[in-house]
T-cell receptor, first 114, second 114 residues
Framework: AQSVTQLDSQVPVFEEAPVELRCNYS??????LFWYVQYPNQGLQLLLK??????LVKGINGFEAEFNKSQTSFHLRKPSVHISDTAEYLC????????????FGDGTTLTVKP | KAGVTQTPRYLIKTRGQQVTLSCSPI?????VSWYQQTPGQGLQFLFE???????NKGNFPGRFSGRQFSNSRSEMNVSTLELGDSALYLC?????????????FGPGTRLTVL
């Protein structure tokens, strides 16, 4: 079985400041890793994913994440946030042999203040 | 291509009733997964269907069931509704090529049980 821990439930930051949202995972098998963004009353939009290869993954809206196998982490970063980045961010893992079943973290609410 | 669509978007039911939610995957996608999202439990995997067969199942009671049709559209049914079933139900589809894959989420159905 796998599990995901998002270390911060809420992250408030000022506009144009950098941000890091932390995600640790646990799994006995190889996994795929994902970050999703969810706006109120909407579904999930994929920000980025790590499948293999380079450990630094770039996604949409200026976000990037780094896969660290030794620390079993997949932290999400953005060098300068905007008001429009205010949303819920969810980290997820799925087994490489079963991509249709994902395990999600509890989410981190990012609030960008002017 | 059209995205994943879910109907209805909002639903209000009373305890003891049953409900059916519908999900139309992206054209060509063969895998459909269902998730329940609540403030207390986060996003939890319900089940996954692939080629009309249930391939994975989460830890939910038998009141929760689903099916997939030959055109890959899927329905989810909840019988004998309880107050705790109030949630956002999300459907996700994926191409399922047997290798690298990504889930695409619909906007969800907001179910309120009174």
């Amino acid at each position: 079985a796998q599990s995901v821990t998002q270390l911060d439930s809420q992250v408030p930051v000022f506009e144009e400041a950098p941000v890091e949202l932390r995600c640790n995972y646990s799994s006995s098998v190889s996994v795929y890793l994902f970050w999703y963004v969810q706006y109120p009353n909407q579904g999930l939009q994929l920000l980025l994913k790590y499948l293999s290869g380079s450990t630094l993954v770039k996604g949409i809206n200026g976000f990037e994440a780094e896969f660290n196998k030794s620390q079993t982490s997949f932290h999400l970063r953005k060098p300068s946030v905007h008001i429009s980045d205010t949303a819920e961010y969810l980290c997820a893992v799925s087994r490489r042999t079963n991509a249709g079943k994902s395990t999600f973290g509890d989410g981190t609410t990012l609030t960008v203040k002017p | 291509k059209a995205g994943v669509t879910q109907t209805p978007r909002y639903l209000i039911k009373t305890r003891g009733q049953q409900v059916t939610l519908s999900c139309s995957p992206i054209s060509g996608h063969r895998s459909v997964s269902w998730y329940q999202q609540t403030p207390g439990q986060g996003l939890q995997f319900l089940f996954e269907y692939f080629s009309e067969t249930q391939r994975n199942k989460g830890n939910f009671p038998g009141r929760f069931s689903g099916r997939q049709f030959s055109n890959s559209r899927s329905e989810m049914n909840v019988s004998t509704l309880e107050l705790g079933d109030s949630a956002l139900y999300l459907c996700a589809s994926s191409l399922e090529t047997g290798g690298v894959d990504t889930q695409y989420f619909g906007p969800g159905t907001r179910l309120t049980v009174l």
